[in-house]
């Protein structure tokens, strides 16, 4: 079986369900965002600093394939294809790994600037690209159901790599560059 197909040569891709739409449809910016946010927390999971939360970072890989499958079939299709399921669950693990992290920072007091190291920065850009697939979501939301739970995950998962981002700087010995606001 050959990997292209040239059925998308037009512009055009099928949602699970057969259901053509366009490669700019705000469901496929979702989705798509939500595998490059994969790509990302790969990328996160693979610094060394991180190789203690291997186990952490294969469930949150596994979340943002469901939630990409979620997204990327036709609410409206009754499809024989059974996809995961999200769980209120997932959401409580990143608030329990949250708060554990949390334990051992300085309050925050300031905004932190993006970076202070390689590792740090890697994580910055996952948080963000985070911050656009739930937005996505929510406008995609606008127009056909997504799942709450969608939302409040990449919500949830923002936050953990935000708080994520700060443990690392502080395990890496990295400053935390506060901003400064010029006045």
């Known amino acids: 079986m050959k990997i292209y197909t040239k059925t998308g040569d037009k512009g055009e891709t099928s949602l699970i369900g057969g259901t053509r739409v366009k490669k700019s449809h705000v ?3 979702a989705y798509g965002t939500v595998d490059e946010l994969n ?8 610094q060394e600093v991180n190789l203690k939360r291997q186990a952490l ?8 394939f469901t939630i990409g499958s979620t997204l990327a079939t036709d609410p ?6 059974q996809t995961p399921d999200l769980h209120e669950e997932d959401i409580k693990l990143l608030e329990k790994e949250m708060d554990a992290l949390d334990q051992n920072l300085p309050p925050l007091r300031n905004f932190i600037l993006p970076g202070g190291h390689v590792a740090v920065s890697f994580c910055h850009v996952a948080r963000t690209v985070c911050r656009r697939a739930e937005r996505l979501s929510i406008a995609l939301q606008e127009d056909s159901p997504v799942d709450d ?3 409040k995950y990449l919500n949830r998962l923002s936050d953990f790599l935000f708080v994520l981002s ?3 700087s502080q395990e ?7 901003w400064k606001p010029r006045i």
């Open 57 to 64: 970072f294969s469930e949150i890989q596994d979340r943002l």
């Open 27 to 29: 469901r496929i910016e």
């Open 166 to 168: 700060r443990a690392m």
């Open 76 to 81: 409206e299709k009754d499809t024989k294809i």
């Open 149 to 151: 739970l969608i939302i």
């Open 39 to 46: 790509s990302f927390i790969g990328v996160v999971r693979d």
């Open 172 to 178: 890496l010995g990295a400053q935390e560059i506060t």
